[in-house]
């Protein structure tokens, strides 16, 4: 039995219950494959104003590190 999301509303479902720990593992994640799957995920099931805030912070966190965006 699979227990993970496969479905559009699956994954819907999972990204609303479970959109900090997504942020956070994109914020301060030391895994590049997490990062890349968390993105995929808020890609897929979040909507655009998360995607935007997400992008958002992204860029602010360049900016405090000294990174060109």
């Not at 699979?2 to 559009?8: H, Q």
């Not at 895994?31 to 860029?59: H, M, N, T, V």
């Amino acid at each position: 039995m699979n227990d993970y999301p496969t479905t559009d509303e699956e994954i819907r479902e999972f990204v609303k219950e479970n959109r900090e720990m997504l942020t956070r593992v994109l914020r301060h994640g030391n895994d590049g494959y997490a990062r890349a799957c968390a993105w995929a995920l808020l890609d897929r099931g979040g909507s655009d104003p998360d995607l935007e805030k997400i992008e958002q912070e992204l860029q602010e966190l360049k900016k405090h590190r000294g990174v060109e965006a």
